[in-house]
């Protein structure tokens, strides 16, 4: 699966720099202080071409879309930043705190946004995989998909346990169920592979199939 934890984090960390400057070049905006005004613009500046550059890495999980935009807020804010400097207008240096503070606001969410549509798709992959190592009528394939499948419950348990999620508590006790199951179960199918229960499997394939759907409803 995916490397929540970098991605939230690495959100966060955008999300909390773009809400500092925000709140600097509002007081810039009223300052007599040319040397902070200067400070300020560079280091935001700085910070924007920071975030153009974590866009131009495929890792990151932002929406396509988001990136675009965000790109070309960053060679605005460059633009703005070096072309007018000190001496632009109150109201300038506002919008560009007012730029920073919807970003930070949407940052995060986007993030996690994108991390639900990931992990469903993961999720579903794994039910699709074992339908088809079953129908190969592949042995060693099927204990792959089998073990794959396991571990990714195995890591939903973990993080449903660790509380790192946005998910009602509910929904998290019922996935740590649902770990359970599968786990307990996929030991039980690896048992008797001449002859696999194809009701238990199925059960794998509709479990993978009603969470990934979940998932994306519950972003």
């Not at 709140?23 to 009223?30: D, I, R």
């Not at 965000?70 to 240096?93: I, N």
Request: charged content about 30%; aromatic content about 6%; hydrophobic content about 40%.
């Amino acid at each position: 699966m995916i490397d929540i934890d970098n991605q939230i984090e690495e959100a966060k960390k955008e999300a909390t720099l773009l809400k500092e400057y925000a709140q600097h070049l509002e007081k810039a905006s009223v300052s007599n202080d040319v040397r902070y005004k200067s400070l300020i613009l560079d280091e935001n500046m700085k910070m924007w071409i920071e975030i153009d550059s974590y866009l131009k890495n495929k890792n990151n999980l932002l929406p396509v879309d988001i990136k675009n935009n965000l790109d070309k807020l960053s060679k605005y804010v460059e633009m703005v930043s070096v072309c007018r400097g000190v001496d632009m207008k109150e109201e300038t240096y506002k919008t560009l705190a007012n730029i920073n503070n919807q970003i930070a606001e949407g940052l995060l969410e986007s993030v996690n946004i994108n991390i639900a549509q990931q992990e469903a798709y993961y999720i579903a992959k794994n039910g699709l995989d074992l339908v088809e190592a079953y129908k190969s009528k592949n042995k060693e394939l099927l204990v792959e998909v089998l073990d794959n499948n396991q571990k990714m419950w195995l890591m939903i348990k973990t993080l449903m346990k660790e509380g790192k999620t946005h998910l009602p508590e509910g929904i998290r006790n019922n996935l740590i169920k649902l770990a359970d199951y599968v786990s307990v179960n996929t030991i039980k199918l690896g048992q008797n592979l001449d002859a696999i229960d194809e009701k238990l499997l199925d059960s794998f394939v509709t479990i993978n199939k009603h969470i990934s759907e979940g998932l994306i409803g519950h972003r």
